[in-house]
Nanobody
Framework: QVQLVESGGGLVQAGDSLRLSCAGS????????VGWFRQAPGKEREFVSS?????SVKGRFTISRDSAKNTVYLQMNSLTPEDTAVYYC????????????????WGQGTQVTVSS
């Protein structure tokens, strides 16, 4: 099985950018569909990106993969306070999905806080 570790979160101002990393170990991430999700306090976990994007982040976020580093990235631009959440990467052996419950492997999450 694969283990996932997210990093790159932090406190930024509105309009700033961040790049999150999801490093895989134990298995190569190329064997899995990888997605990004986020969860804000009091809200349900929300799909962010796989090879396609949630409506709230389209045009601002970009997912990419570096197979040599066994890492998937989420580049986040033009951040707003509404993007404040814990961001998780997740993996599954089936096709890409927007449904969190269909992912088997999860990282511990990384906090992103955007101040206005």
């Amino acid at each position: 099985q694969v283990q996932l570790v997210e990093s790159g979160g932090g406190l930024v101002q509105a309009g700033d950018s961040l790049r999150l990393s999801c490093a895989g170990s134990g298995r190569t991430l190329s064997m899995y569909s990888v997605g990004w999700f986020r969860q804000a306090p009091g809200k349900e976990r929300e799909f962010v990106s796989s090879t396609y994007y949630g409506d709230s982040v389209k045009g601002r976020f970009t997912i990419s993969r570096d197979s040599a580093k066994n890492t998937v990235y989420l580049q986040m631009n033009s951040l707003t306070p509404e993007d404040t959440a814990v961001y998780y990467c997740a993996a599954r052996t089936g096709p890409r999905s927007v449904v969190a419950a269909e992912y088997v492997y999860w990282g511990q999450g990384t906090q992103v806080t955007v101040s206005s």
